[in-house]
């Protein structure tokens, strides 16, 4: 199902088109606020690698009342749309400006807290080991389980070392018995 609202973009209406739940918006209205020639950006887009696979021709109607079949562009990919070329308003570079803070922050807020996640996890290490070497002095049973945890994983190691040998060496017996 196909329903339209419009936008109001300095003093332009935008047409919105939501299908099935997905939106889209007409980009005309939205370059010739910007002052850009359209027949020019429209060779561009259909020369982009991303948003010539994205675009798609809706009919829509237009702020006039007429129907139009729009370019439009799904609404996730406007933003960065807005971002690709070089503005000539004001309000564009206003824009532009403040994508680029949100983009900044989205991703210097993400390694803040990669660091802090890492932070913690080394504190959370620490304290497990203190805990860990507290109750092995404390308790007898408790440090023999470690030791033999311990004695498990080195005979595991030298088992899997001799099976690798044996085997290697049984090729070369299978070899030399051919």
């Not at 918006?25 to 060779?43: F, G, R, S, T, Y």
């Not at 033999?148 to 994983?153: P, S, T, V, Y």
């Not at 001799?162 to 030399?176: I, K, N, R, T, V």
Request: aromatic fraction near 12%.
């Amino acid at each position: 199902m196909t329903t339209e609202k419009f936008l109001d973009f300095n003093g332009k209406k935008l047409t919105l088109v939501n299908e099935d739940g997905k939106f889209f918006i007409a980009l005309k209205p939205i370059i010739e606020v910007l002052d850009i020639d359209w027949d020019n950006h429209k060779k561009w887009l259909q020369n982009h690698p991303i948003f010539k696979s994205v675009k798609v021709n809706i009919t829509s109607t237009g702020s006039d009342g007429k129907s139009y079949k729009m370019v439009c562009l799904p609404e996730k990919f406007v933003y960065g749309w807005l971002l690709s070329f070089t503005p000539k308003t004001e309000e564009h570079i206003a824009f532009q400006r403040e994508c680029y803070d949100v983009l900044y922050g989205h991703f210097h807020n993400a390694l803040n807290m990669r660091q802090h996640d890492l932070l913690t996890r080394q504190q959370m290490k620490d304290e497990y080991q203190k805990l860990h070497f507290a109750k092995m002095n404390e308790d007898a049973d408790y440090k023999r389980m470690i030791e033999l945890e311990q004695a498990i994983k080195s005979v595991n190691k030298n088992l899997t070392s001799q099976d690798e040998s044996l085997l290697a060496g049984q090729a070369l017996l299978d070899f030399e018995a051919k």
